[in-house]
């Protein structure tokens, strides 16, 4: 997406804030470390081998910035220019679920409303890819969807994102100074299907660092989405296919490993 409305500046200075994280003293940065899944800062570090002999490659700062917003307080300045582009994407996005809801022959805000988005759960999540000596033994980031309704993606100019679609893969190389918005899981259930959520994945390379930053903007915590009634029709050949879940509870489900995803909550089909 161009013409957002978001400076090229901010853009560029959040990235380099992101950087200058990642290059602090590794103590530094460890003052951040933790598993809790609800810990507004994390950091996490190193190479973990998972199932398939996978090398996951990266480093990342996960944050949660709405509906408080949480933030290192290092490097110096960072926190300030990371509070102004959470605060841009949010509007952005809230510009794009208007435009959703009106396609969806919604009323403009049913969306923001349905979801609770005022007070929705906002992410500030950087991954770093260094260079990988082995890229063909390693992944960035598995293939996944967003839990999101949606994320807003922006990255250095190193390429590595990969999109799914008709069972390929197929890699994103964005214009400058655009966003990637991916859509989410959880307007997939909102539509009952009629968006669809994005399957992606992250491969690295062994010349260059790549940096990305996702801002994923989903309902508030507390917030059972299902389909919107308006979208179901069962007479008609169009049943709800979702089973409502709160977010939070999604969310545990997702982020703790246990199998949660769309066909997790996915009405089952009578034989």
Known sequence: MVNHGVSE????????????FFNLPVEEKMEFAGRDIWQPIRFGTGVDVKVEKFF?????LKVIVHPQFHFPNK???????????????RDVTTELL????????????????KTNFDAGFQLFAVNLYPPCPQPELAIGIPAHTDHSLLTLLIENEIGGLQIQHNGEWFNVNPVPNSFLVNTGDHLEILSNGRYKSVSHRAVVNNTATRISIAAPHGPSLETAVGPAPEL??????????YMPMKFKDYLERLLEGRPCNLDHVRVPVAE
């Open 9 to 20: 500046k901010l853009m560029k200075e959040v990235l380099e804030g992101c950087q200058e």
């Open 56 to 60: 996951f490659w990266r480093d990342f």
């Open 232 to 241: 179901v029709d069962g007479e008609n050949g169009r049943p709800a296919i």
């Open 75 to 89: 490097p110096e300045g960072f926190s300030e220019v990371a509070g102004e582009y959470c605060k841009s994407t």
């Open 98 to 113: 208007k435009g959703i809801s009106k396609g969806l022959g919604l009323e403009e805000c049913y969306i923001e409303k």
